[in-house]
T-cell receptor, first 114, second 111 residues
Framework: NAGVTQTPKFRILKIGQSMTLQCAQDMNHNYMYWYRQDPGMGLKLIYYSVGAGITDKGEVPNGYNVSRSTTEDFPLRLELAAPSQTSVYFC?????????????FGPGTRLTVT | GEDVEQSLFLSVREGDSSVINCTYTDSSSTYLYWYKQEPGAGLQLLTYIFSNMDMKQDQRLTVLLNKKDKHLSLRIADTQTGDSAIYFCAESGNQGGKLIFGQGTELSVKP
């Protein structure tokens, strides 16, 4: 199993550009998540999905969009990139079994917007 | 709303014990978690504890849970330089599959 994979590892965007961060998992998990990590701020949830075709906003969804057409893939779309979106982005997947929610994380995408 | 608080830094000498503390607000949390993040990597689950337990031991790791005070701690015995990382506490709350993470505690182990 590859686990959770993310591409690209690094990216530099100019203000106003768009891009899609890719995330895939091969563990047949129904839950998937996107987080951003800023220095000293922990992880903030951007969007999550409880299954194919279902997505919901997290704590900081503005400026982002997601889709979940398959169980395996959960891409994150940035439209009109802004410097405030400079961050490290982590995708995660997991199951929710009787309240137990172990999440498996990808290696992250480091994004700089200049 | 739910909140999880941790101190930001901890420095210990190799061979000492490390204790990382965490407080949380949601008393309905079913599970509480400790994740480890090494430089340039994603988070990796270290251990977790069910809310009806007071303590859980796993090799060098001991998790203590005080539900009354909503306090969680992670003790690492015989801390090694390879334990240097950021440690995140997280609670499941009543979030339907979501976790609330603390800010992370950066553990520095000096030889």
């Amino acid at each position: 199993n590859a686990g959770v994979t993310q591409t690209p590892k690094f990216r530099i965007l100019k203000i106003g550009q768009s891009m899609t961060l890719q995330c895939a998992q091969d563990m047949n998990h129904n839950y998937m998540y996107w987080y951003r990590q800023d220095p000293g701020m922990g992880l903030k949830l951007i969007y999550y999905s409880v299954g194919a075709g279902i997505t919901d906003k997290g704590e900081v969804p503005n400026g982002y969009n997601v889709s979940r057409s398959t169980t395996e893939d959960f891409p994150l779309r940035l439209e009109l990139a802004a410097p405030s979106q400079t961050s490290v982005y982590f995708c995660a997947s997991g199951r929710n079994l009787a309240g137990e929610t172990e999440q498996y994380f990808g290696p992250g995408t480091r994004l700089t917007v200049t | 709303g739910e909140d999880v608080e941790q101190s930001l830094f901890l420095s210990v000498r190799e061979g000492d014990s490390s204790v990382i503390n965490c407080t949380y607000t949601d008393s309905s949390s079913t599970y509480l978690y400790w994740y480890k993040q090494e430089p340039g990597a994603g988070l990796q689950l270290l251990t977790y504890i069910f809310s009806n337990m007071d303590m859980k031991q796993d090799q060098r790791l001991t998790v203590l849970l005080n539900k009354k005070d909503k306090h969680l701690s992670l003790r690492i015995a015989d801390t090694q330089t390879g334990d240097s990382a950021i440690y995140f506490c997280a609670e499941s709350g009543n979030q339907g599959g979501k976790l609330i993470f603390g800010q992370g505690t950066e553990l520095s182990v000096k030889p």
